[in-house]
C-alpha cells in the first residue's frame, strides 16, 4: 500500500472512486461544497453556478454560447472534470442530483444535516486559542516529519521527543514514506523524501489518503474497524468547512466519527481537552484542508507566529551553492536542517545559516536511503537564492553550476554500475539448433534476461518452464 506523494494525487484518488461513493459523498453539502472549491478550475466553477438554478437541462450548443472559441480546450477540460467527478450527468450538461440539491443547501443554509459541525455550548478554557493550537499541532506535525528524516539514521527526535504514536508509524510504513530493511533499521525512501518536499496541506492529504486505502484493506481482510472510508472522507471535508479557533461538539457526531477522533488527534488536526472530551477543536492542518494555494500560506505563517521569528525565517530556505560544491543555506527551521543533512556534508552552523558541502560520500549515502539524484537538483533548484537567479538571468546561464549537477548525477551512476539479479546460466548446449531453440522459448515467455548467440549461452531468471520445454523436445526427438 503506497500513495503517489504528489501535488495532485488527491484529484486523482477521487477521480478513481465509483459513481456509487460519490452518490454517498455528495449527500452532505459540507463535501460537495468541499470539491467545488477545491477540485474545481474557474471555468468549471462558473458552469456549476450557471447549472445550478437552471430549469432545463444545457445542450452542448448552449455552451458554446458561453465559452470563446479560443477557449474550447479549456471547455473540454472542465467538462471531462466534471464528469470524472460525478458532477454532471454522463450523457448531459446537467447537474446530478445529489450534487445540485447539497451545493444550494450549502450556499442557502437551512436544513438539519449538521454537515459543517454542530458548535460546543460548553464552556471554554482561555488558555486554548489561536497560538495554543498552532502551537499543538505544530509539535504533533513536526514530530512525524522528523520521525521520516531521522530514519537516515543520519539525524535524531528533536526535543527529546519519542516521535508520533505508534498508528502513526505504521501508516508511515504501510505507505513506504519509510522502510525497515533486514537488519530492523528504518530508512526513508524516495517516496518519503518526495513527501518532505510537499506543502503541509498536501501531506497531510497524503497521510488522510493512506489512512484511507487502510482501512479499504482491512474491510478487503475482514478485519476492518468501525470506520467506512467513504464516511471518513466526507468527514475529512466537513472538518475543513469549520472554523478555526472554535469549539465543536462532539455529541453531535456519529459513533464511527468519534472513533476517528483519536487517530486525527495524532495527526494534530484537532485538539480535544483532557477535562471536557465532550468538545474539539479543529487545528489550522485541519480547517486549510481545502484551501486554494495562496491559502496555504497560512498554516505556515500561522505556525510561525507562536515561535520567535517570523514566517519567511522561520520556513524559508535558500541555498547558495557554488562551483566547487560549497553550498551555504539560510534557514532557521531545525528540520529543514534535518532535510539538507540527508544529501549534503554540513560543517558549521550559525544563526539562520549552515554551511557545508556536496560530497560523493554524501550523495551516495543519500542515493543509498532512496533518494535519486534527480530529487535532490530538484530541491537545490527550488530552494535557490534569489541572487543565483538573478544572476543566472543576468549571464544567460542557468540557475544551478552545470558541473555540479552533472557530477551528482554521476556520483548516482557511481552506484548503480552493477546490478545483480539470481538465476540461471544455460550453457554447453550439443549443437546452436538446440541452443536456438531453448533461447528463443525463453526469449517468449519473458524468462530470458541475456544471451549471447555467437558463444551459445543465455541467462534466464526462472527455470521451471525451461526444464518442462527441453523434456518435450527430448521425447519429440
Known amino acids: 500500500m503506497s500513495v503517489s506523494v504528489s501535488e495532485n494525487f488527491l484529484s486523482q484518488y477521487l477521480e478513481h472512486l465509483p459513481g456509487t461513493t460519490f452518490r454517498k459523498l455528495y449527500q452532505q453539502p459540507s463535501t460537495t461544497l468541499a470539491i467545488f472549491r477545491r477540485m474545481l478550475p474557474h471555468i468549471a466553477k462558473n458552469l456549476v453556478m450557471a447549472l445550478l438554478y437552471s430549469p432545463t437541462p444545457w445542450t452542448l450548443s448552449d455552451l458554446d454560447l458561453w465559452i470563446k472559441p479560443s477557449a474550447t480546450r479549456e471547455k473540454d477540460q472542465a467538462i471531462a472534470i466534471l464528469r470524472s467527478l460525478h458532477i454532471i450527468q454522463p450523457q448531459s450538461v446537467t447537474l446530478t442530483v445529489n450534487f445540485r440539491n447539497s451545493l444550494r443547501l450549502a450556499l442557502?443554509?437551512?436544513?438539519?444535516?449538521?454537515?459543517?459541525?454542530?458548535?460546543?455550548?460548553?464552556p471554554i478554557s482561555p488558555e486554548i486559542d489561536h497560538a495554543f493550537l498552532d502551537k499543538y499541532a505544530r509539535k504533533k506535525w513536526d514530530d512525524i516529519l522528523h520521525y521520516v528524516v531521522s530514519a537516515t539514521g543520519l539525524t535524531g527526535m528533536s526535543g527529546g521527543s519519542n516521535g508520533p504514536n505508534k498508528s502513526v508509524k505504521e501508516l508511515l510504513l504501510a505507505g513506504r514514506l519509510v522502510d525497515r530493511s533486514a537488519g530492523g533499521d528504518l530508512k526513508i525512501t524516495h517516496i518519503g523524501f518526495s513527501f518532505l518536499l510537499q506543502e503541509p496541506n498536501a501531506q497531510v492529504w497524503a497521510l488522510l489518503l493512506l489512512w484511507l486505502q487502510a482501512v479499504d484493506v482491512a474491510h478487503a481482510n475482514?478485519?476492518?474497524?468501525d470506520m467506512d472510508s467513504v464516511d471518513m472522507l466526507s468527514f475529512f471535508f466537513m472538518l475543513a468547512s469549520l472554523e478555526f479557533g472554535r469549539a465543536y461538539s462532539t455529541d453531535s457526531l456519529t459513533e464511527s466519527r468519534r472513533n476517528m477522533l483519536p487517530f486525527l488527534i495524532d495527526f494534530g488536526l484537532i485538539y480535544i481537552p483532557s477535562n471536557d472530551k465532550s468538545q474539539f477543536f479543529p487545528t489550522r492542518l485541519a480547517t486549510t484542508l481545502t484551501s486554494n494555494e495562496s491559502a496555504l500560506r497560512s498554516i505556515s505563517a500561522g505556525f510561525s507566529?507562536?515561535?520567535?521569528?517570523?514566517?519567511?525565517?522561520?520556513?524559508?530556505?535558500?541555498?547558495?551553492?557554488?562551483?566547487?560544491?560549497?553550498?551555504?543555506?539560510?534557514?532557521?527551521s531545525p528540520l529543514q536542517i534535518a532535510v539538507l543533512a540527508l544529501f549534503a556534508d554540513l560543517k558549521y552552523r550559525f544563526k539562520g545559516l549552515v554551511s557545508g558541502h556536496l560530497t560523493r560520500k554524501s550523495i551516495k549515502q543519500a542515493v543509498s536511503h532512496g533518494i535519486t539524484s534527480d530529487q535532490i537538483v530538484s530541491y537545490l533548484s527550488?530552494?535557490?537564492?534569489?541572487?543565483?537567479?538573478?544572476?543566472?538571468?543576468?549571464?544567460?546561464?542557468?540557475?544551478?553550476?552545470?558541473?555540479?549537477i552533472d557530477q551528482i548525477r554521476l556520483w548516482q551512476l557511481d552506484t548503480e554500475r552493477i546490478s545483480t539479479r539470481d538465476g540461471y546460466l544455460f550453457k554447453e548446449f550439443d549443437e546452436y539448433k538446440e541452443y536456438k531453440a531453448v533461447a528463443d522459448f525463453a526469449d517468449n515467455i519473458g524468462v530470458c534476461a541475456w544471451r549471447n548467440d555467437k558463444?551459445?549461452?543465455?541467462?534466464?531468471?526462472?527455470?521451471?518452464?525451461?526444464?518442462?520445454?527441453?523434456?518435450?523436445?527430448?521425447?519429440a526427438n
Do not use: W
Open 108 to 122: 442557502e443554509g437551512g436544513g438539519d444535516h449538521n454537515s459543517f459541525g454542530v458548535l460546543s455550548t460548553h
Open 455 to 475: 558463444k551459445g549461452i543465455f541467462f534466464a531468471t526462472k527455470i521451471e518452464q525451461i526444464k518442462d520445454f527441453m523434456k518435450s523436445q527430448k521425447k
Open 305 to 332: 507566529a507562536v515561535g520567535n521569528t517570523t514566517s519567511d525565517e522561520q520556513d524559508k530556505c535558500t541555498i547558495i551553492l557554488e562551483t566547487n560544491f560549497r553550498m551555504y543555506a539560510y534557514v532557521y
Open 382 to 404: 527550488s530552494h535557490a537564492h534569489e541572487q543565483m537567479y538573478q544572476n543566472a538571468a543576468a549571464n544567460n546561464k542557468p540557475v544551478l553550476p552545470p558541473v555540479v
Open 222 to 225: 475482514g478485519t476492518a474497524p
